[in-house]
C-alpha cells in the first residue's frame, strides 16, 4: 500500500510526487502516457520562471525525469474509480485494485463535455470502463463512444470477449485505424443518450442506436464520477487553501481545480497538495 496515490502525471500530479518524496513518503503517480498531455503540445512555453524558450515536450519529459529520480513509481494506469475504506482508499483500473492512504487528484480537466443523460444513466447502462464492466455485456450489443485513442483498445477488448461493438467516433476526430472491420463505425456530432431508469440506446444525428450499455471513452472522467462526494463548481474541483476537498484524505491540483490553466499554477498547487496530504497523514 502506497502513502500517496496521485491520479494524474501532469505537472501538478509529479510535483506533487518530487515533494512527497522528498519528505520520505512513498508516491505512485498513476497516468497516461505522458506524451499525450496538453503540455507536449505545446511547441513554445516562454513564461515558466528558470526555464524560458523550452517546448512544452521537454518541459514535461523534464518534470517525469525528476520524478522517477526522486524515487517515485509510475505506473500507466487509468483510474476509473476512488472509493473511500475508513483509514485507507481502494483505487480501481480496471480488474486491478490498489490501495493508498491518502489521494491527490491531478487528472487535469475534462476536456470533453457530457453528453445529454449522463449524469441520470450513468451506471445503469452507461460506462466508462470496458475492462471494468465489458463482461457484464458478452453476447449483448455495445456503443463505444470514442472520445480518447483508448477506445480503439477498450473497443477490441470489448469485441474480443463477445460484445457485439459499434464504434460511435464522433466528428470522426479519433484514429481508429487497427479496428477490426468486424466493427462497424459511426460518424456523427450531435449526441444524446436515451432512456427513463436504464440507457436503451444512444441517438446520434436524430436516429436511435439501440444498446445494453453505452462505453464512454475518454482521457479524463468527471471528477464527480471518478470520486463521489466531490463538490464542483464549473465542472472543476473546489479545494481549500490547502487543496483538501471535503472528502477527509483527498487533495486535487491542477487544471482539475479550474482556472488559470498554467503550468505555473499546476506546479505550485501539487506543492501544497502532497504538503497538505502529509500533514493529513501525520494528524491520524
Known sequence: MTDIAIIGGGPAGLSA??????????????TNDIHRNWLCRTPLVDNYLGLPGISGKEMMERFFDHAKRAGAQVEEKRITSVLPMGKTFLLSAGSQVMEAQSIILAMGAAKSPQIPGE??????GVSTCATCDGMLYRGKRVLVVAQSPLALED??????????????????????EGLPEAIPVISGSKL???GADHAVGLTVDRILY???CVFLIRDTSAPDALVPGLVLDSGFIKTARDQSTPIPGVFAAGDCTGLPLQVGKAVGE??????????WLASR
Open 155 to 176: 473497443s477490441i477488448f470489448l469485441y474480443e470477449i463477445g460484445c457485439e461493438v459499434t464504434v460511435v467516433n464522433p466528428g470522426g476526430r479519433t484514429n481508429l
Open 17 to 30: 510526487a518530487v515533494q512527497a518524496r522528498a519528505r520520505g513518503k512513498s508516491v505512485t503517480v498513476y
Open 192 to 194: 444524446a443518450l436515451e
Open 270 to 279: 501539487g506543492l501544497t497538495a502532497a504538503l497538505s496530504a502529509i500533514s
Open 210 to 212: 439501440p444498446a445494453d
Open 119 to 124: 449524469q441520470q444513466l450513468m451506471g445503469k
